[in-house]
C-alpha cells in the first residue's frame, strides 16, 4: 500500500503551517508587508558607520533602485549635517518615500517636517528600565506628549508613526494604552521596537496579534539581532499582522544590528516568492550590500545570506548527488534570482562519484559508472591526506582518463615522494572499501 | 495616578510569553537543553573545512572543556581517515559523549558501533524530493531499515539517535508514523531536522509540540540558516518540548550552515542565564571560535553573536547616557561572562554629551557641564566634517581643559587649513544650537 505522502503530489499540504496548502493565518501580511529601509538611520548607529553626503545619496538612490517602500534618515536635530543631508535626500525625487526619526519632542518634529520628509518617525522609551534611566517620564506625560507631535505632524499633510523603544520589555496594559491613544487621534502607523534584541518569536506573535485587536493603523517593527531572533522576529510580526519590517543593508546598526534587508529578502523568497520577485530588484541586492560593506569598511561575512560565498555550496556526497538531479532538494532559494550561482563542490573527502562525474562531464570526459567510482576513490584518497583544490580534482579526473586511453599508467599529479607514499596507501584502503 | 507598571517592580511581568513571570510553557526545555556540538560532522561540511587528526582533537578538547553535552563526528565510511579520526577522539576520555552521524544502512553501522563512539545517529531522507533524487526508498523501506538498524545499535549497549532528513517538507502523517515505530522499539532519541532551512518558528514549535505528544524518547532538532531563522527556530523546539539542540562552531556547515554555538548561547542567556551560565564555560566561545574560524580561515562576522567587534558596542547619544546610568537599559546579555568588555562609543557625530563627561571623568579630567555639553558640540563639530578617532576625541578633551584652565585659546587639534576653515564654521553652527 502506498504511503499517504505517495498517492499525492503535494508534497507538503499536511505540515502545520507547511509551505503550499498548509494552515494558513488569516491576520498573515507575508506576503503584502513594506520594508522601511533604515540604513541611513540605525545603520548610521553602527560603530564604523561615517556617511558623508555624497555616500548617504549613492546607498538612496540604490535602495530606491532596489524597491524600498520607505528609506528613513538620521534625526535632523542630531548634527547640522544631518539635517542638511535629510533636505539634499528629499530633493532627489525618489520613489520611496523620506522618514527621518525623532525623539518624541514638538523641537524635534518642527525642525523634521521642515526638512521635507514624506513622514516623520516618532519614538519614545517606555520600559521602566528607560523611563529611569533615560527621559525620566511618566506614561501619561508620553501620552500627551505623543499626541501633540502626532498632532502636529499630521497638520503638515505628511505621515507620522509613533513608537514606543524596549517595546518588550514595557508593561503590556501601558503599551496597549498608549498605542490605542495615539490610534485615536489618526498616527498612521505604531511601532513596536524590539530595541536591545530580547525578544522571541512567539512573544512577537503573541504582542502583535494583541496590537493588531487594539489598533486600526499599520504596524511597524523593528528587531535587533542580538540574540540571533532578528529575522525570524520580522516574519513571526508579519504572520501576526504587522505591515511594515524596519530593515538595514547587512543588518549594521547599534551593537551588532537589526534585520537584515538581504536576509530579510532570503526569508521572504523562500516561502513567498511571488510578491518579493515581483516587488523588489533582488538582483541588486550584491551591489547594494558591496557598496555599504566598502563605506563602512567591513568585510561581507563568510555565512551571510544569499551573498556568503558559501550561501550556494554543496559538499556532502549525498547532497551533491541530489543537487545534481534537482536543485530543490537541498535548496529553498534560486540562487538565479539574486544573479548568483551554485556551486556543487567535488573535491574533498566527502565527495560522492555523482559530483565527479558531474564534473567530468562539464570538462567533456566521459566514462563508464566504474570508471567514475574509481577516479572519485582517488579523488578521496589524496583529499584524506591534504586539502585540495578544483584543479586538483580536474588533474586527477584527466590524468585518469588519459590513463585509461592510453593503456597507460602515469602519476595522477605531481606529489611529494611522501605525499605519494601516503596516497598508495590510501588508495589501497579505499579500493578495498570499492570493491567490498 | 501612577500608571500600571510603576506600582510594581516587576518590569515585565505582563508581557505575552515575558521574561520573569509570564504565562510559560509547560512543555519547555529552555531551561534544561542539551547541545550536540557538530563541528566536526556538519561543520567539515562547509566548503572551507578541512580537519586534521590533530586539529580535530584540538577542536573536540575545546570544546569538551566549553562543556557540550555531546560531540558529533562524520561517518567513518565517508573515508578511512574519518574512521580512524573518530576512533582517535574515542580514546581520549573526554567527558562529552561522542556521537557518529550515519545513512540507515546496517553496512555503516557496523562500522560505526567499531569505532568505540558512545552512541550512533542514524538519519535518512523522507520528504518525496529526497526519496526520488536521493535514496529512491518508500515509507515501509525505511520504517523495516530504521528499526533493523535502531536494533542492532541498541545491542551494542550504545545510545541511537533516529532522524528524519528535510522533515519539515515531509509529509507529517508519514513523519509522526516513522518515528512513533522508532519510539516503540526504544530509540533514544528521535531527530527533526530542518536540513534545507525552509522552517519558520511556528511551524517549528507546532511540528515538535506535535510529535512530543507522539514520542516519549528524546527530541533532537537541526536547524539550517539559509532562510535566518536557525536560532530563533532552536529556541522555539526547546519552548515546544525539544530536548537537544544541534549547534557548529560559527555555525559552519552545508552552504551557510547551522544553528551557531555562540549564537544560541546569546539566545539561552538572554533569558536563561542561571542554566546557561552554571552548565557551560560561556569565557571559552571567544577561544574556540578563533581556533575554529583559523582551522578553516574564515574571519569572524563584524556582527557576530557576543564575540563580533561590535556586539556590544554603544553609539547613538540616547543610548550612551542610559547604558552609562544602568547597562542593562540597552544590555540582554553581561559581556563580562563571556570574558568581553562594553565599549560607549564617543567620537561621532551621534555622541551626547553624557558619553563625553563619562570619557573626561576616564581621562580624570573635572569640568561643568556646561562645559562638558561645549566640549560635546565640539567633537560633533569636527564628527560631522571627517569621521574621528577615540584619540581625536581625546585631544579635543584634554585641549579645551588645558584652555578653559590657562584661559588661552589654542587649537583643539592639529587640522589642515580647510577643515579648520570648515570646522569654524561648524563650531558657529553648533555654539547657536546648543545655546538656542
Known sequence: MPSASETGTDLTSRNPYGHGNGVSDFLSNVSRFKIIESTLREGEQFANAFFDTQKKIEIARALDEFGVDYIELTNPCASEQSRLDCEAICKLGLKAKILTHIRCHMDDARIAVATGVDGVDVMIGTSSLMRQHSHGKDIEYIKKTAIEVINFVKSQGIEVRFSTEDSFRSDLVDLLSIYSAVDQVGVNRVGVADTIGCASPRQVYELIRVLRGVVSCDIETHFHDDAGCAIANAYCALEAGATHIDTSVLGIGERNGITPLGGLMARMVATHPEYVKSKYRLDKIKDIEDLVAEAVEINIPFNNYITGFCAFTHKAGIHAKAILNDPSTYEIINPADFGMT????????????????????????????????????????????????????????????????????????????????QLAAKEKEFGEVASA
Open 342 to 421: 551554485r556551486y556543487v563542490h567535488f573535491a574533498s573527502r566527502l565527495t560522492g562519484w555523482n559530483a565527479i562525474r558531474s564534473r567530468a562531464q562539464q570538462l567533456n570526459i566521459s566514462m563508464t559508472d566504474k570508471q567514475y567510482k574509481e577516479c572519485t576513490a582517488k579523488i578521496k584518497a589524496l583529499a584524506d591526506i591534504r586539502p585540495i583544490a578544483i584543479d586538483d580534482a580536474d588533474s586527477i579526473i584527466r590524468a585518469y582518463y588519459r590513463n585509461i586511453q592510453s593503456g597507460e599508467d602515469s602519476p595522477l599529479m605531481d606529489l611529494t615522494a611522501d605525499e605519494a607514499a
